[in-house]
């Protein structure tokens, strides 16, 4: 069920449209009898599809409707209409960017099939359009390091169980990307996948925004909507950073993980969600639940398949790889020659930590080192300084690096890429470095802050 408006002068006409497309297309219908009444409701409401009259009195009519949304950004499909037969009107109004146009004459069975026809129109586009952000950002997911392959075979062996999974990893390693992989590669693909930032949502409409609600449900729900998991359907609904979510919305969340249905906020009317939960965290869960910040039995409900995406760091061998990729796809976004790396630059950005935002900073970074370099080849002068400066171990008052920080920086690559070698198996690592034993490695990697995978 999609939610109409409706914008007509004639206001006996309007609300009989308004009643007829209710009874026959089941959708939520609302009334605007004027264009500055319509661009009130397009701000206000959740609105799926505009029915436009292009002739109303007054200082706006369709046509500045239309232009006004254009300059505001609001993407709904239009659908106008006329009872004048002045079709060079609506030829006019496809133009400026109307979806169709019909007469106020033609049944409304028509009218329910070209609303229908330009809603599903609206959501293709969107799916491309998000499927190009996919594309542009699938950078976060290449590499062929052992981590990598190992996150890759991970990734195939739970996309087909319609279970529960959790992703964890650090800011900026690309855990929505493992997501949409995850969701690419199950019997759902077809399906939407409904992306929601736990942590982007204010505490008092939480519950709305998941589970959705009915109109008059609080002081501003004018008209019914869905939720997220209503709006993931049979597909997949990922909660990014679910760790942020409050305690009463936790315990609604488990009830719909276990049940299966929702109830939306206003209504005592279970709605069935089969969509399958993906979440992640850069949090560790563990410590929210001993805290008291996250339910422990929500934790256990969430935490049926888990998936750790690697930070950049430990998988420094995937770098060149990376930085090639970002390079090439930063040119062509801005329309510049494509670029060639100076031989320094690739050992110099391996040498930095890139603990703070990981893949999402490199990308920053190559982006500054695109603009700033006028010619060809992008060289180490172009690299951020903040960069350089850490990789090079530098103070902050620029004083040189020490014999132990040398030899620190030196150990800590060498256990690494010994990691990366034995797909983090830390028995075999250890033997790898002819040390006594596990609990050797796993002491050295304290002292050098390489964390475990």
């Known amino acids: ?97 109307a979806y169709t146009f019909v007469d106020k004459g ?59 999974v959790l992703i964890v990893g650090e800011s900026g390693t690309g855990k929505e990307l493992v997501a949409r992989d995850v969701h690419r590669l199950s019997d759902r693909a077809r399906e939407p996948f409904v992306a929601v930032n736990s942590a982007a949502l204010p505490e008092q409409l939480v519950e709305s925004e998941l589970f959705g609600h009915e109109r008059g449900a609080f002081t501003g729900a004018h008209v019914m909507r869905r939720g997220a998991f209503e709006s993931a359907g049979r597909g997949t609904l990922f909660l990014d950073e679910v760790g942020e979510l409050p305690l009463p919305a936790q315990a609604t969340l488990l009830r719909v993980l276990e049940d299966r249905t929702v109830v939306r906020l206003g209504s005592n009317r279970p709605v069935s969600v089969p969509a399958r939960v993906i979440t992640a965290t850069n949090r560790d869960l563990r410590v929210e639940v001993d805290a008291g910040r996250f339910r422990r039995d929500l934790y256990f409900r969430l935490n049926v398949h888990v998936l750790a995406v690697p930070p950049l760091r430990e998988r420094l061998s995937d ?43 490199l990308r920053n970074v190559v982006e500054r080192m695109v603009i700033a370099a006028d010619g060809d080849t992008i060289g180490a002068e172009h690299v951020s300084a903040d960069v350089r400066d850490a990789a090079a171990g530098r103070a902050p008052a620029g004083a040189a690096r020490t014999f132990v920080e040398r030899k620190a920086e030196a150990e800590r690559r060498i256990v690494v890429e010994a990691l990366e070698r034995n797909g983090g198996h830390i028995t075999r690592t250890a033997a790898d470095l002819g040390l006594a034993d596990h609990a050797s490695l796993l002491k050295i990697m304290r002292r050098l802050g390489v964390e475990s995978p």
């Open 319 to 361: 770098l060149p790889e990376l930085v090639t990729h970002l390079v090439d796809a930063t040119c062509e976004r801005f329309h510049v020659r494509r670029k060639r790396l100076a031989p320094e630059v690739v050992p110099l950005l391996s040498a930095y930590d890139w603990r703070e935002n990981n893949v999402r900073e």
């Open 106 to 164: 033609e049944p409304v069975e028509r009218i329910a099939r070209e609303i229908d026809n330009a809603i599903e129109r609206r959501h293709i586009l969107a799916e491309v359009a998000r499927l190009r952000r996919y594309a542009d950002d699938e950078s976060a997911l290449l590499g062929g390091s052992p981590a990598m392959r190992a996150l890759k075979q991970a990734i195939a062996r739970v996309a087909p169980i319609p279970s529960p």
């Open 1 to 97: 069920m999609a939610t109409i408006l409706v914008c007509d002068d004639n206001a006996a006409l309007a609300e009989q449209y308004a009643y007829d497309l209710r009874r026959i297309g089941g959708h939520e219908v609302l009334v605007a009898r004027s264009g500055e009444q319509a661009l009130d409701a397009l701000a206000r409401e959740s609105v799926e599809c505009l029915i436009l009259d292009l002739e109303m009195p007054g200082g706006l009519d369709g046509f500045g409707v239309m232009r006004a949304m254009r300059d505001r950004g609001i993407e709904v499909p239009v659908i106008v209409y006329t009872g004048t037969g002045s079709y060079e009107r609506c030829v006019l109004a496809i133009r400026a960017g």
